[in-house]
């Protein structure tokens, strides 16, 4: 499985455009590029997936260069809500694969 | 979508005593689930993986005579914490993986926060 990097935390404020980056430069070729959220004393959440260039859903956006080296998360206008910790993972589209999580990045949000 | 219910959400227990964790998918069928334990301020841990009608696979360092996990069903997978003990006090969550709009999503139980004292 490929490893992922993500910074440990980052502080925005309401209204702003958050970024973040993952970097997975090992990343296999069926493998594809998911975010998850989590709030505390909660389950994961399904944010985005992508395997290559920019898709996007009601809530983020996902930013991958051509060599899916990296990915982004793009959120837009955030509010004191999407305070959470949000995970990066890279892996194949197996349902009887597990999840390998990493350290994820902690995003705090203030007014 | 997918739903994964897990049940409880909270449990205290005694040391010595054990403890039985429920993880539902609801809507889909799952051959596989997935444990994961998390301790504060850390990442999700996975402890093992769940087959239904075969025995689980567990991650290096997990006692399996300690976490047992049972996958009766297509639809239920149990954790019990046998003589639990305040070290085992953690957050406990559950997961399956399916196929839904073309995609591989995985879906998470609520998580139980077990408390042993």
């Known amino acids: 499985l490929a490893k992922t990097t993500q910074p440990i935390s980052m502080d925005s404020y309401e209204g702003q455009e958050v970024n973040i980056t993952c970097s997975h430069n090992?990343?296999?070729?069926?493998?594809?590029i998911t975010w998850y959220q989590q709030f505390p004393s909660q389950g994961p959440r399904f944010i985005i997936q992508g395997y290559k260039t920019k898709v996007t859903n009601e809530v983020a956006s996902l930013f991958i260069p051509a060599d899916r080296k990296s990915s982004t998360l793009s959120l837009p206008r955030v509010s004191l809500s999407d305070t959470a910790v949000y995970y990066c993972l890279v892996g194949e589209q197996q349902a009887g694969t597990a999840l390998i999580f990493g350290k994820g990045t902690t995003l705090s949000v203030s007014s | 979508g997918a739903v994964v219910s897990q049940h409880p959400s909270r449990v205290i227990c005694k040391s010595g005593t054990s403890v039985k964790i429920e993880c539902r998918s609801l809507d889909f069928q799952a051959t596989t689930m997935f444990w994961y334990r998390q301790f504060p301020k850390q990442s999700l841990m996975l402890m093992a993986t769940?087959?239904?009608?075969?025995?689980?696979?567990?991650e290096q360092g997990v006692e399996k005579d300690k976490f047992l996990i049972n996958h009766a069903s297509l639809t239920l997978s149990t954790l019990t914490v046998t003589s639990a003990h305040p070290e085992d006090s953690s957050f406990y969550i559950c997961?399956?993986?399916?196929?839904?709009?073309?995609?591989?999503?995985?879906?998470f139980g609520q998580g139980t926060r077990l408390t042993v004292v």
């Open positions: 769940s087959n239904e009608g075969s025995k689980a696979t567990y």
């Open positions: 090992n990343i296999a070729t069926n493998d594809y």
């Open positions: 997961s399956a993986r399916h196929l839904l709009g073309g995609k591989t999503e995985a879906f």
